[in-house]
């Protein structure tokens, strides 16, 4: 099993060519599936648009890189119709609340496991107060957009004291990263319209992103289909 912590900050390298098209800056979720669907790609221009690989396009998915066929293997989100359906929904779990069917509040995802071969997701460390605990597969019933549902008894003990100081330290970059991206994103004009889950205009086309368009992004699961419909400087 691989964590979403071990692959991030991978290299992507292209056989053909023998050369890194990019790192891993994140994985993204299909909720229905419980499975990766897709591997973000670190760019520095990713304010202009978002790149990302398949899972299914990976060829072998190692300790020290993912490898693909050729470059082509990276794509523009926006120019394919699936993947930017896809990264319009959630695509998550860290910091996912996590829910009981008997209506108990478990804590929040602060990592997850998934086979290499299939992406599909093995089990979840869930982190209440200063208690990490972990979930399997076969206790999730739900990945949900305001939750995480899982069988009345499917949180167990499993002790990760010594994983404290990470959790704070990926957090704090986390939050690094975020900070950047809303600084490249504000005064930016959005170059299409965004619509919003009931299918009236979100954001104008026109419309100058401010902190206040970025939050109401965020609140209503489109921040990333905002970061590549805005028009490249």
Not at 132 to 146: A, E, N, P
Not at 178 to 193: A, M, S, V, W
Not at 219 to 228: G, I, Q
Request: glycine share 6%; proline share 3%; aromatic share 6%.
């Amino acid at each position: 099993m691989k964590s979403r912590k071990e692959v991030c900050g991978l290299s992507i390298i292209a056989i053909s060519s023998g050369e890194k098209v990019g790192t891993v800056r994140d994985l993204a979720i299909n909720f229905e599936m419980k499975q990766i669907a897709l591997v973000v790609v670190e760019d520095p221009n990713w304010y202009k648009s978002t790149k990302v690989v398949p899972f299914d396009k990976i060829r072998s998915l190692g300790e020290d890189a993912i490898i693909i066929d050729d470059p082509s293997r990276v794509v523009v989100a926006s120019s394919d119709g699936q993947v930017e359906q896809l990264l319009q929904k959630d695509t998550q779990l860290i910091n996912s609340p996590v829910m009981s069917v008997d209506g108990k509040y478990s804590g929040t995802v602060t990592e997850y496991w998934f086979d290499p071969q299939t992406g599909a997701v093995d089990s979840c460390a869930v982190t209440k107060g200063n208690s990490t605990q972990t979930i399997s597969k076969d206790k999730i019933l739900t990945f949900g957009k305001d939750a995480i549902i899982i069988s009345e008894k499917g949180v167990a003990e499993f002790p990760r004291r010594d994983e404290a100081p990470e959790r704070v330290k990926e957090k704090t970059e986390v939050e690094v990263v975020e900070e950047q991206q809303k600084n490249h994103l504000i005064g930016q004009t959005i170059k299409e319209d965004i619509l919003g889950d009931d299918g009236n205009i979100l954001f104008m086309t026109g419309e100058i992103v401010t902190e206040e368009i970025i939050e109401k992004a965020k609140n209503a699961n489109k921040y990333l289909e905002l970061t590549y419909s805005v028009e490249q400087p």
